[in-house]
């Protein structure tokens, strides 16, 4: 681990207070030197969105639950701080230091505030005016007639239906948050629209359209996110919403005392350790799957928040779970113990197994197949099975195998509508498009779309050959496969092929004027050094006038020597 940890991007550390040491970690590249990354990335199907998204208002019950929680904080912090108390005392009684009398070193300020008093926080307002009309109050700005700046605003966040939308999870230093992005297909820009803050580094992103939380008895359906993370929790929240504070459901344990107790065993009722992968049962649609390092696999109902069947078959982390996208009480798990699990969740008992030669790193169902499913690796292969071909449960020999990277296969995918095109990203920092067609797998391309170790990959569910990638370098990129030479070719018609078309360049998140100010050196070093980074001619200085003096000096005395 010590050795794994030397490799790892430097922000990787502050995840040690949430999660075991034990844990897989991403797989960062030891020459990568950015402390941001993305590790997650899912689409948002088009016309789900709201309109125009609302804005969080707090309850008094969840002033009240917010209170209870950082009453829970503070009480371990007084823990900690009591712990480290006796060696605070030990220095203070330093006979080195006792002479600077540090016990008292506060004293003269704290005097001087209780002297001042708090009622002076608001000195500086003369005092308080009423007015009858509103067009009196110098405070008002905004008159009756005038436009609504509140309308405006609305129009500036409303989300159009022809607009496609982004979930990027982002790790800035130990900051992580879901960044919600608008990509406008017909101007490929892409930005982002809203996002929120994130208690742990997350793992895992499904999106749903199921209704949970405070809209959970509203008609139609929304659009959330569930979360996983290294907490033992799942986080579901609304995307509808703007600056939200707190998700709308959380599945899983909130006393932290009992999840010390059993940190990483096996619990029948809550995940102990980092949830690693979601997936959402869109035929039996209040269900929701989730795989953890505690080695089990649960099956959450969203609408009372509870963990309805938990799965303790494999022997190591559950790295991936996925439902069957027909049968609705199917599902696939993939972990750790270098062994996928396929099985029938109302009779979890009769289960068929396939063993890999490494660690599986993702799994994926055959949408155009439903009998078969793809296995990728953590040596870099892929394997493609037959759900059908099992002997007293265990799986038979894949039908073939792909060496697809030279490093682990992290992230895997298949268009949702063209039979045969698969899509692999790898920590070799490449992403790589094949034919499998006829189970006769051939790659198509190879290509390093600049987002250092791929992560994720996804294709959008709406648009024809778009897909979206993010890596360890923090940033996202979106490639128009249908404007690429070799995959036009391969995967289109006679038509298509006959038709020459300029490729489009990757599209990624555009910079605010103020972050590009931020990137540029000098830009940084002028706004630290002030005036000081100013021409000489705007701001001589002392030194420049006493050598103007001086040469006034000489050119006196010459003319003076010249005279005589």
Not at 123 to 128: A, R, V
């Amino acid at each position: 681990l010590e050795e794994e940890e030397k490799s790892l991007s430097p922000f990787i550390v502050v995840e040690r207070h949430a999660v075991d040491p034990d844990v897989e970690r991403p797989r960062v590249s030891s020459a990568s030197s950015s402390r941001v990354m993305i590790s997650a990335i899912s689409w948002v199907r088009k016309g789900a969105a709201a309109e125009k998204p609302t804005t969080y208002e707090m309850t008094e019950e969840e002033y009240t639950r917010i209170q209870d929680i950082a009453a829970l904080e503070i009480e371990d912090a007084k823990k900690e701080l009591k712990a480290k108390s006796q060696l605070d005392q030990d220095i203070l009684n330093d006979p080195a230091l006792k002479d600077f009398d540090l016990d008292k070193y506060d004293d003269s300020d704290h005097d001087s505030d209780q002297e001042q008093g708090s009622a002076h926080v608001f000195s500086k307002i003369k005092g308080l005016s009423y007015y009858k009309e509103g067009e009196e109050d110098p405070y008002i700005t905004f008159k009756d007639g005038e436009d609504d700046p509140e309308e405006d605003e609305s129009d500036e966040v409303r989300i159009f239906g022809s607009d496609n939308l982004l979930l990027v999870a982002k790790t800035e230093d130990d900051i992580s948050n879901i960044e919600v992005c608008v990509f406008e297909g017909e101007s490929d820009n892409l930005f982002v629209h809203h996002d929120f803050m994130l208690p742990a580094f997350p793992l895992a992103l499904e999106w749903l359209d199921y209704r949970v939380g405070r809209k959970a008895q509203e008609p139609g359906g929304g659009s959330y996110v569930a979360v996983a993370t290294f907490e033992p929790r799942i986080e579901i929240w609304d995307l509808d919403t703007m600056d939200g504070m707190y998700p709308d459901l959380v599945l899983g344990c909130m006393d932290k005392k009992q999840l010390r107790k059993c940190r990483g065993k096996p619990h029948a009722e809550f995940h102990t350790d980092a949830v690693m992968s979601l997936s959402w049962n869109k035929n039996v649609r209040n269900l929701l799957a989730s795989s953890s390092a505690d080695t089990t696999v649960k099956l959450w109902d969203l609408n009372t928040a509870k963990c309805v069947q938990s799965y303790e078959h494999h022997k190591d982390k559950v790295q991936a779970v996925q439902w069957h996208p027909t049968e609705a009480s199917v599902m696939l798990t993939g972990g750790y113990d270098q062994r996928v699990a396929a099985f029938d969740s109302r009779a979890p008992t009769a289960i068929s197994w396939w063993t890999m030669d490494a660690d599986v790193e993702s799994i994926l169902w055959d949408i155009h197949s439903p009998s078969h499913f793809f296995v990728a690796t953590e040596a870099g292969t892929v394997r493609y099975f037959d759900i059908r071909n099992v002997t007293n449960g265990q799986g038979a020999a894949p039908i073939y195998t792909l060496v697809a990277h030279d490093e682990a296969v992290s992230a895997m995918d298949q268009h949702p509508t063209v039979a045969g095109l698969l899509v692999t990203g790898s920590a070799d920092e490449t992403v790589k498009v094949w034919d499998v067609r006829e189970h006769k797998p051939s790659m198509v391309i190879s290509r390093n779309l600049d987002v250092g170790s791929v992560f994720a990959a996804r294709f959008c569910p709406d648009e024809p050959m778009l897909m979206a990638v993010g890596g360890s370098n923090g940033e996202s990129r979106i490639w128009d496969m249908s404007t690429n030479a070799d995959v036009r070719s391969t995967f289109g018609d006679a038509s298509v092929r006959s038709m020459p078309v300029a490729e489009k360049p990757l599209v990624g998140l555009q910079k605010d004027d103020d972050e590009e100010e931020d990137d540029n050196p000098d830009a940084v070093i002028a706004e630290m050094h002030g005036d000081a980074m100013q021409p000489l001619e705007a701001k001589p200085s002392d030194d420049d006038d006493d050598e103007e003096e001086d040469d006034e000096e000489e050119e006196d005395a010459a003319m003076a020597s010249d005279s005589e």
